[in-house]
Structure formats: structure tokens, C-alpha cells
């Protein structure tokens, strides 16, 4: 419910005179007519009172998933080319992304050419650099995924 606003208030005597105009134009006589537009009136303004401000979010947002101990890595869905046979651009997205989270989290950054070398410590040989490259495999997304297993947190990410 919201404050009636001099706007609203506005609308409902109008719309309400109108009503009363037309009444009084087909012969209907002005006592009733003048009920018919204060009815309208007072219909008018509880519809504009009564009305809410939220407006539907379009696209509707997908729910969150709710399981507990599931890890998002294990939720990716997984888009192969079946004529190419790379991995899908979400994919590798989804994976990168999550890599990047986890690698953060430890203070490394994925991009920094400056923590190339811990990172490759960290997730073991040419992971980073599969991950990437221009067109990454199926086997370099794999070995990403298995990397962001092995750096999976304590608790559950939000994502």
C-alpha cells in the first residue's frame, strides 16, 4: 500500500468527472450521474492506493539451487561441439570463472603474468595455459576442473 500522491488523487477526480459528463450526456439524471462518477472516483483511488510499485523481473531470475555439499564445478553443464570436439564457449566460461574465484581467494590472479608461475605450482603443468589458449580441449577443461576440485573451498560459494 502507498501514500495517495496529489498525481493519483488527480486521476481519480477526472476519471470520475468523465464518468459524470457521460452520465449527464445520455440523459441520466445529474443526482445519479454525480454517484456514478464519485463511485468511480473512489475506484479509482483505491486501485491506485491499493497498487504496489514492484514490477515483475523479466527475464524471470533462475532459483538458486539450494544443495548443500554440491559443488558448482560438479553443476557446470557441459557443451561439447560435436563437430569440432572443443568445449563449448559457457563451458569454458563457467570453469574459468571458477578458477579465477578460488585462485583469488589464495591471492593469485589467473590473467597476472606475474603469478603465472605459482599458479602453475598450484594447479600442476600447462592447466593455466590450456585454459587459456584460443580454443581449449576437452582435456584442458578437464584438468581445469579437476585443478578447481582440488582448490575447492571449505564452504559452499555462492554463485
Partial sequence: MRRPTFGSIAVALLGGAAVFVACAFFGVETPFALAWGLAVSIVIAAARVVQTDELPV????????DRIGVSDVARLAWVISPTSGHPGRSAVLRVTDVLRRRLRARGLELDDPDDAAAIDRLLGPDVRAGLLAPRPTVSALEAAVAAAERLSPDTQENT
Fill in 58 to 65: 523479466w527475464p524471470p531470475q533462475v532459483p538458486a539451487d
